[in-house]
């Protein structure tokens, strides 16, 4: 049982020696909500296949353009990221576990499934809008970025105190 027919990359024509290549380009539409980051427009996939001398291999490139919110300041964040990917392909495994294939058992490969993965597993786990993001003040809320803000800096924690009267 296989997924939509969009879904479905057929490899067939490697596998019988017809062709030493096939290339497809696809696009899809993921939900991204665990992630906290929103698709601008559906994920563009350029898949190819190669056999080169019996080992097949599966390229993808994956363009996703997506808004996210800066985990230090909270902006918005607008990306546009390629990402490349080439992965072996077997037909079948006797290792079921192994993750560093692409199955494609009667000569289909489940090209959503594979691209997928590949964008949970490759996107970053925090956004941030620039390397050296200052974030936001804790007291005020401004964003640090834009500019200092007017509270106070010298503010101690009382229960600590005590511990800046030993060092005197």
Do not use: H
């Amino acid at each position: 049982m296989y997924p939509s027919d969009d879904a479905i990359f057929d490899i067939s024509p490697i596998l019988s020696g017809e062709q030493k290549s096939i290339s497809t380009e696809r696009v899809y539409q993921f939900d991204f909500s665990g992630l906290e980051i929103v698709c601008a427009e559906p994920v563009r996939v350029f898949a190819t296949a190669n056999n080169n001398s019996g080992y097949m291999l599966l390229s993808l490139t994956i363009s996703v353009r997506y808004t996210a919110v800066c985990a230090r300041c909270l902006s918005q964040i607008n990306r546009n990221d390629n990402l490349d990917f080439t992965y072996p392909v077997a037909v079948s495994l006797d290792n079921e576990d192994t993750d560093e294939f692409v199955l494609a058992p009667e000569g289909k490969i489940n090209l959503s499934e594979a691209v997928s993965s590949s964008l949970f597993l490759n996107l970053p786990m925090r956004f941030l809008c620039k390397e050296d993001c200052k974030g936001i003040c804790p007291k005020c809320g401004k964003n640090l970025n834009s500019g200092d803000c007017s509270c106070s800096k010298a503010e101690r924690d009382a229960r600590l105190a005590g511990l800046g009267e030993f060092f005197k």
